[in-house]
Nanobody, 119 residues
Framework: VQLQASGGGLVQPGDSLRLSCEGS????????VGWFRQAPGKEREFVAS?????DYAASVMGRFTISRDSARKMVYLQMNNLKPEDTAVYYC????????????????WGRGTQVTVSS
């Protein structure tokens, strides 16, 4: 069971990015998938999750959208109107729990992808 996040990069404030999370060895449809991020010197924090419904951190509500493409076995995080405070390494993770925003509920983690928002 492996997860791989991709799609990060260096963008300017107000720009958009779409992150992708791909699962290998299992179907992402069978799991709740979450996106988390960790900025330097800070704890890893919840961003969004998708199961039968979706959940978002207040800081990204209205700017980020999590979605699932079952055919491609991918989960995406569309990030719009990016701000410098969104700068972090972004991770995708999977769990068989119900929709959760807790890091400790997620069992499988992929390598992160760096998102840098700077002018």
């Amino acid at each position: 069971v492996q997860l791989q996040a991709s799609g990060g990069g260096l963008v300017q404030p107000g720009d958009s990015l779409r992150l992708s999370c791909e699962g290998s060895g299992f179907s992402l449809d069978d799991y709740v998938v979450g996106w988390f991020r960790q900025a330097p010197g800070k704890e890893r924090e919840f961003v969004a999750s998708i199961g039968g419904s979706t959940d978002y951190a207040a800081s990204v509500m209205g700017r980020f959208t999590i979605s699932r493409d079952s055919a491609r076995k991918m989960v995406y995080l569309q990030m719009n109107n990016l701000k410098p405070e969104d700068t972090a390494v972004y991770y995708c993770a999977a769990t068989r729990h119900t929709l959760s925003s807790s890091v400790s509920d997620y069992v499988y983690w992929g390598r992160g992808t760096q998102v840098t928002v700077s002018s």
